[in-house]
């Protein structure tokens, strides 16, 4: 037997007012219980639509009502956990952190970084190129597996204020992330509701960029 919501041009003219009326500020549920009565007011007596037709529709309202209950406490718990961690990193405004970084905004300071390798390099360097493409070396010579430190100074290396990319070059021609120090100076949560810290030396980064917290300078 063949089921249908409506079985002539009268009841789905009835029935499309109902639906015009649903739709103009109610709810999607509004709308599925106003189709669901349409359907059992406008069937044919003749050939009644099977109750377990009816049955399936309300469970399929009891899903789609239980789907928008989870959204609905899911944005909610994301919403509460950015808050959360805007909390946090806002108790570490002042502290020196390490961030993983392939920019570096350079003034007159020194500015700290590391890296690690896979393997020993006989020859290693940190590569610094500016706006225009220039390249700028930090020669670290031969370096051991495991992490580098190397310090950037502007003043002795001549180079000018502003932002360079940053990159390791090495005998095996490993590529290593690179991690720069500087100091956590405010946490603000975006227009789109993120974290996001600002960091001397680098900028804006999302949390995920810190790798490590180093504490408070001694004052």
Same mark, same amino acid.
Request: charged letters at 15%; glycine letters at 14%.
């Given at each position: 037997m063949q089921t249908s919501f409506f079985t002539d041009g009268q009841a789905a003219k009835s029935n499309s007012s109902a639906i015009t009326a649903a739709t103009g500020g109610g709810s999607p549920k509004d709308l599925f219980t106003t189709l669901l009565v349409a359907q059992i007011k406008n069937q044919n007596p003749l050939e009644p639509t099977d109750p377990s037709a009816f049955v399936n529709q309300l469970t399929q309202l009891s899903q789609m009502e239980s789907l928008q209950n989870l959204s609905s406490q899911s944005s909610t718990n994301v919403a509460m956990l950015e808050s959360l961690q805007a909390l946090g990193m806002g108790a570490q405004v002042g %502290?020196?952190?390490?961030?993983?970084?392939s920019e570096v905004q350079l003034g007159q300071d020194v500015v700290n970084g590391a890296f690690n390798l896979s393997s020993p390099s006989a020859n290693t360097a940190v590569v610094l190129t500016d706006a225009s493409g220039a390249n700028y070396r930090v020669n670290l010579g031969a370096r051991p597996a495991g992490e580098t430190t190397f310090a950037i100074d502007p003043v002795k290396l001549g180079l000018p204020q502003g932002r360079y990319t940053l990159a390791v070059d090495s005998a095996s021609g490993e590529s290593a992330a690179i991690e720069v120090a500087g100091t956590l100076q405010s946490v603000k949560l975006s227009a %789109? @509701? @993120?974290?996001?810290?600002?960091v001397s030396h680098i900028g804006e980064v999302a949390p995920a960029a810190i790798t490590r917290f180093n504490g408070r300078s001694a004052t």
């Open positions: %502290s020196q952190v390490m961030v993983k970084a %789109s @509701g @993120g974290v996001v810290l600002d």
